[in-house]
């Protein structure tokens, strides 16, 4: 019964996302068929998950999400019910992390907005090092990703997309900084580069 409401609820983005949005998505071949990996993306808009997801067609993301969004008890309800679990932001949140760890250890997608937060001020936020260390200390790719054109949803500001750059392997230790520093900025520099190349953020 679950994966028939799922089935549902995606039927319904899909036709929000591609036909009412008229979505496009680039780099889709980049996306791993199988195998865990952590998709690290721009976030400008609530309306953010729903693209992403529905751009990563047969892969399912489980979300990390600012626990802030799970107080209301329906909301909260429904976002566990699509695979999103809650973060703590501004602290180390070991619960999250070993929530993290355990869907990349299944061979799940796990779905990050390194922003920690949404920017709608058509600029790339400072990315968190939270998705580097994970990275790292889980050894799982990162594939970036970029959303263009989200911020002003459900006004649209321009053509809408999703694309996602090839995918980036971790190098170094967890526990060194400067390798954690070093993923986060080569994943930011990504996740520029391709808002810059689809019209999501001038130069």
Do not use: C
């Not at 319904?12 to 036909?19: A, S």
């Not at 998705?131 to 989200?150: E, R």
């Not at 694309?163 to 994943?187: C, Q, Y």
């Amino acid at each position: 019964m679950r994966s028939f409401w799922y089935s549902v609820i995606r039927s319904i983005f899909n036709v929000i996302t591609y036909i009412w949005l008229g979505m496009k998505v680039f780099g889709r071949e980049n996306i791993p068929n199988k195998g865990a990996f952590i998709v690290a993306s721009n976030h400008a808009s609530y309306f953010d998950p729903p693209l992403l997801g529905t751009a990563m067609n047969n892969r399912l993301i489980h979300f990390m999400a600012k626990e802030e969004l799970f107080r209301n008890p329906l909301m909260g309800w429904f976002l566990r019910y699509v695979h999103t679990f809650p973060v703590r932001r501004g602290r180390l949140d070991r619960k999250a992390i070993a929530e993290a760890m355990k869907t990349l250890r299944d061979g799940h997608v796990l779905g990050i907005y390194p922003e920690g937060t949404t920017q709608n001020n058509g600029r790339l936020g400072k990315f968190h090092e939270g998705m580097a260390a994970i990275a790292l200390k889980a050894g799982v790719p990162v594939l970036p990703a970029a959303i263009a054109n989200s911020g002003r949803l459900p006004k649209k500001s321009g053509p809408v997309s999703v694309s996602f750059g090839k995918l980036i392997m971790p190098d170094g230790n967890a526990s060194d900084k400067e390798d954690i520093a070093a993923l986060t900025e080569k994943v930011r520099n990504e996740v520029a580069r391709l808002l810059y190349e689809h019209g999501g953020m001038a130069r």
